[in-house]
Each structure stands twice: as C-alpha cells, then as structure tokens.
C-alpha cells in the first residue's frame, strides 16, 4: 500500500515542482471530478490538470477505446508517418469541429504541449510574413520556452529564460488601464505613426480569456476590433486556445462568439481528452508555405492520444452536450456573484467566462488562502494572475451539478472560515 509520504519528492525532486506544494498529498486514484489521495480521502476536482482535463479524469469509453487500442498492438509511436489513428482524428476533426463551423484549417502536429503549437505558430507567422516583430498583451501566457516566454508578460516567468527576450512589442488587453480607456485606439495609434518606434508585425497573439494572467476575458467587441485591426495591416491573427478551447469557455473554440476567423489557433490541453499529451496548429490553408521537415518533433504522432482525442469529439456530435456546458457556466457565474455579494469583506469581483471563472481580490494573498482552506476541506482549486489575485474554478465539463454545488459549498464553508478567524482583511 502507498503511504501517504511526500518525502521522496523532497529528498528527489527538483526545487521547481509547484503543484505538490499547493496540493500537499499522495494521490493514488481519479474519476471524472474526483480524486482519492494515499489515505482515502475524496477530493473534487475544481482544477482539471489546468485545463487538461476537461472531461474529467478517465473517461469510461475513452479509457476502453485506449485499451482496446493498446491490446491490439495499435502503433504508439510514428512521429508524422500515416496510421490508422491519426487519419481517424483528422476526419472526424474535420467532420465533427471544422465543418459545421464553417472553418477552413490545414491542421500541424507541432509537438505535444501548449508551448509546442504556439512556437510553431510564431515560427509560421514569420515565416509568411517576412516580418520579425509580433505583438502579445498584458497579462499574457503562452508558454515556456524561448519563443511562447517572448510574448508571455509574467515578470518571474520570462526571468527564467536567463537571456533577453526580443523581437516582441506588448500593447495593453482589454481593460488592462480601466474600463474607459479603448486600448486598441491605443495600439493603432502605434501603427499608424511612423515615429512610434513599433514596426507593423508579423502577427498578435492573444487569449480571448487570460488563464494565468487573471481570467481576464476580453469583450467581444474588442476582439471583433482586434480582428479587423489585423486585417487592415496585412497582420496576422494568432489565438492561442491552449487553456480556453475544447469547450472551456462554452463554446469548442473560445473566439466562437465574436465571430471571428483567426488565421491561426493554437491548441492543446484538452485536445487529446484524456490527459494525453497533443497539441494542434491550425492555419488557413494558404499560410500553408511549410517545407517537408521544416518544423518537427519526435512525439508529434502520439497515436494514443488520437485515439482518446477522436472518442473525446463523439460529446460534440450532441448538441446537448455544449447546451449543458452553457447551462452549467450560468451556475457557476451565479454562485459566484452571490459569494461577492453576500460576503463583502472579500472585496472581490467576478471574472471570466464559462468553465473559466473566478473571484478577483484586493485583498492580499486572499486567492491562496482560500485555495489553501478549501484544499483542507476537500476541494482542489488554483489561483491565477501576476499577484495570484484570483481563485479560480476549473471543473471538468462532465460534472454534474451535485458535484458543482458540492464545490461550492466547500468554497462558500473556506471564506467563511477565513471571515471567522478574521484572515480576510482590506488593505
């Protein structure tokens, strides 16, 4: 039997690991929005491996077809050779997500992280253009290594990189000064004057709504605008949908509702439904300028996760499915200004959009103690933003609103423990 003992991974494990400290437990078995730890205790899952999971953990027919797959020898690794697997996910990505989107994508295996497709996308945007410079916003998060950290505004994280990050220009994102200010009258100016020292790029890359940077989700109307100022300069349109897509936000792609067209989207996370690692390029077909091999990666055909990805598409074959995770969304939204209203020492303020919601504080270090509480209470939950300003509810779509509201009673029971030992106090 596994102990419940987090001393190998002091003793082993580098000084970089981070969810084991917020999360100080063994975890030995998960289903959908639950998770048991070494001693038997029950978790919700209010965190969904960051967006990973948005299906929840170890969904029954995926986990059959994987097995399926693995017992028939099915090929696991081919990097971008043809397989059955890999040509199953590309049709039904084609029939199930593309088609009745009216959306024309060439789809690239980049590699299979976040940080993966959203270097490729830069790489591409440069590539067509002939340009060096994109612009990125504040608050922004795409990724870690060199290129995704360019156009990621996290002061500590792009410290990491240990060398100066160039050939990127940050404009502020929606709402970043205050609600009155248009920040895109802001960056056009910049554009438009030869002396401003900005010259036009190759493309912009943005989250519709900003996971690490605070659950910031942009209005509709400022990225509708976003989309028209790329057009009139001949710029790209780079959305990275790594944490935000696969239903995150309501919808399969989180820029769905403004109606826009990107001209390139970044995928992952979710995209392989099971936890596999995936990652997605997406372009219109005539940025398509690629050489054989040009950009690669050994685990780009990771053929297990097409198989977990294609069965993960069946739930949007129903439209029940997206219907419910709106409904669900309205829940959340609700419960959450009821707790802002009905506890006003929290000095909060709802943020975000869909599965993607949170409560923003003025009140320091409040997000990491209500998380720390709720985690004591059974209830796994992250914080998000520069000052971990926000705590954030991230529940697998799949659940169901027993366990919703199982969540938020356990959040509800966290701040009111705080507010009783006088833990919540203004600035």
């Not at 360019?150 to 940050?170: D, H, M």
């Not at 779509?397 to 701040?415: A, M, P, V, W």
Request: include cysteine; aromatic fraction near 10%; glycine fraction near 10%.
């Amino acid at each position: 039997m596994i102990k419940n003992d987090l001393s190998i991974f002091e003793e082993i494990e580098s000084n970089v690991r981070s969810y084991v400290r917020g999360f100080p437990t063994v975890f030995t078995k998960a289903k959908n929005y639950k998770m048991w730890d070494a001693d038997g205790k029950e978790y919700i899952d209010f965190f969904s491996g960051a967006g990973a999971l948005n299906y929840g953990h170890n969904d029954p027919k995926m986990k059959e077809k994987l097995v399926e797959y693995i017992m028939n020898d099915g090929v696991t690794h081919s990097l971008d050779m043809a397989t059955e697997a890999k040509a199953e996910f590309l049709k039904k990505f084609k029939e199930v997500i593309l088609k009745p989107r009216n959306l024309d994508y060439k789809v690239m295996f980049p590699g299979p992280t976040g940080t993966n497709t959203v270097e490729s996308a830069l790489k591409l945007a440069r590539k067509v253009t002939g340009r060096t410079d994109i612009i990125s916003f504040t608050n922004g998060f795409h990724g870690m290594t060199i290129g995704s950290l360019s156009v990621t505004g996290n002061a500590s994280k792009r410290a990491g990189a240990g060398i100066p990050l160039n050939n990127t220009v940050t404009m502020p994102f929606d709402n970043f000064v205050n609600e009155e200010m248009d920040t895109l009258d802001y960056l056009e100016r910049f554009l438009e004057d030869n002396g401003s020292g900005v010259d036009t790029p190759a493309a912009m890359i943005l989250e519709t709504v900003q996971g690490e940077g605070g659950i910031n989700a942009a209005r509709f109307e400022w990225l509708q605008r976003v989309d028209e100022i790329c057009k009139k300069w001949g710029i790209l349109l780079i959305v990275d949908d790594v944490q935000a897509g696969v239903g995150r936000t309501g919808t399969f792609f989180s820029f769905e509702p403004a109606g826009i067209n990107p001209d390139i989207v970044c995928l992952s996370k979710s995209i392989g439904g099971y936890g596999l690692p995936l990652a997605l390029t997406l372009f219109k077909p005539e940025l398509d300028i690629w050489n054989p091999g040009e950009h690669n990666g050994t685990f780009r055909g990771n053929n297990p996760a097409f198989i977990t990805a294609t069965e993960s598409l069946t739930y949007w074959e129903d439209k029940s499915f997206e219907e419910g995770i709106q409904e669900k969304s309205k829940l959340i939204t609700e419960f959450l200004h009821e707790m802002v209203t009905k506890y006003p020492e929290l000095e909060g303020n709802v943020r975000g959009r869909g599965f993607m919601q949170g409560i923003e504080s003025q009140i320091d270090g409040l997000s990491a103690k209500v998380a720390e509480v709720a985690f004591e209470k059974g209830l796994i939950m992250e914080t998000s933003g520069v000052n971990d300003q926000v705590f954030k509810l991230f529940p697998p779509l799949t659940i169901d609103e027993e366990g919703l509201k199982r969540g938020f009673n356990l959040i509800e029971e966290s701040i009111k423990s705080l507010i009783a030992k006088k833990e919540l106090v203004a600035n």
